[in-house]
């Protein structure tokens, strides 16, 4: 993989999804399939997604969220208390 962004967990929200502080300015032209990973501690997923309905519950998953940042969130579930991920931690985008 040799195309990267780097960022970093800014926020958590009410509903547990954490919030990076990386834009989807910065993902134009980033693909939005399987060939991309989102890796966050030692956590991965693959894809970056249009809605939490795009998996089922319990999945970890990438999208691009309210504030047009990239979001990690468990579906129907906390990534907060899931993955222990704290503001502050690391997250890569690779493809």
């Not at 890796?39 to 319990?58: K, S, V």
């Not at 970890?60 to 906390?78: H, K, P, R, T």
Request: glycine fraction near 8%; proline fraction near 4%; charged fraction near 20%.
């Amino acid at each position: 993989m040799a195309n990267r962004i780097d960022g970093q967990v800014t926020a958590i929200d009410s509903f547990g999804n954490l919030i990076t502080d990386i834009t989807r300015e910065m993902l134009a032209g980033v693909p939005t399939d399987e060939t991309v990973g989102v890796y966050c501690d030692e956590h991965e997923t693959r894809g970056i997604f249009n809605a939490y309905a795009d998996q089922p519950p319990m999945t970890l998953i990438a999208l691009i969220g309210a504030q047009d940042c990239l979001e990690l969130a468990i579906v129907e579930d906390s990534a907060k208390i899931m993955l222990g991920v704290r503001v502050g931690t690391p997250v890569q985008v690779k493809w």
